[in-house]
């Protein structure tokens, strides 16, 4: 049973630049977290999803950070003109659904914009 | 939201001692207290949890206990290993929600 996946792995941005990050739940799992990991810090919530919906967004930066988990399809968590702040590990969780607590993560994209 | 504290942030021990790690809690309403280890260069993975309606958990060399009153839960690890060596974060979330709060992460390192 394939766990949490998570593309590409690292990702190099210039300033200025698109990054998109993937996340495919496991298998059976409807719904998706994204989180940020700065250096030597815990995970801080960014945005929770089910298939075409958005749940909380609460932890989104307002500005240039979207995330989206259509009908079919990873979940993809984009970052437009990316920022030197914006370098950090971004990891997804999935968890089966409403009710369950526990959630299994992905083992992360480590985006660096130089 | 939840406010989230972890003690100690770094724990050295030798191969064989007990290691334990303490969360408090702020969010009363809480009622799901998981722990997770993170090696270097991975995600996080949920070791053990525990639900409010008990006291303690434990699952082999590992063990979870909870205190409601105190507000505070803690991961206890016994004859450690090297392999233990990682970092230990607590992430219980807000009561009425299933978004977990991180700590700020327990340094664990095992001499061999």
């Known amino acids: 049973n394939a766990g949490v996946m998570q593309n590409p792995r690292h990702l190099v941005r210039r300033r200025g630049q698109e990054a998109r990050l993937r996340c495919s739940p496991m298998?059976?799992?409807?719904?998706v977290y994204w989180y940020r990991q700065l250096p030597e810090e815990g995970l801080k919530f960014m945005v929770y999803?089910?298939?075409?919906?958005?749940?909380?967004e609460s932890g989104m930066p307002k500005e240039r950070f979207s995330a989206e988990f259509p009908k079919e399809g990873p979940s993809i968590l984009r970052i437009q003109q990316v920022v030197r702040g914006d370098s950090a590990a971004y990891f997804c969780?999935?968890?089966?659904?409403?009710?369950?607590?526990?959630?299994?993560f992905g083992p992360g994209t480590r985006l660096t914009v130089t | 939201g939840e406010n989230v504290e972890q003690h100690p942030s770094t724990l050295s021990v030798q191969e064989g001692d007990s290691a334990v790690i303490k969360c408090t809690y702020s969010?009363?309403?809480?009622?799901?207290f998981p722990w997770y280890k993170q090696e270097l260069g991975k995600g996080p993975q949920l070791i053990i949890d525990?639900?409010?309606?008990?006291g303690e958990k434990k699952d082999q060399r590992i063990a979870v206990t909870l205190n409601k009153t105190a507000k505070h839960f803690s991961l206890h690890i016994t004859e450690t290993q090297p392999e233990d060596s990682a970092v230990y974060f607590c992430?219980?979330?807000?009561?009425?929600?299933?978004?977990?709060?991180f700590g700020r992460g327990t340094s664990l390192i095992v001499h061999p």
């Open positions: 969780a999935s968890s089966g659904g409403t009710g369950s607590y526990e959630q299994y």
């Open positions: 298998k059976g799992h409807s719904h």
């Open positions: 999803l089910q298939k075409e919906n958005i749940i909380d």
């Open positions: 969010d009363s309403a809480s009622n799901y």
């Open positions: 525990i639900r409010s309606n008990v």
């Open positions: 992430a219980p979330p807000s009561g009425g929600s299933y978004i977990p709060t």
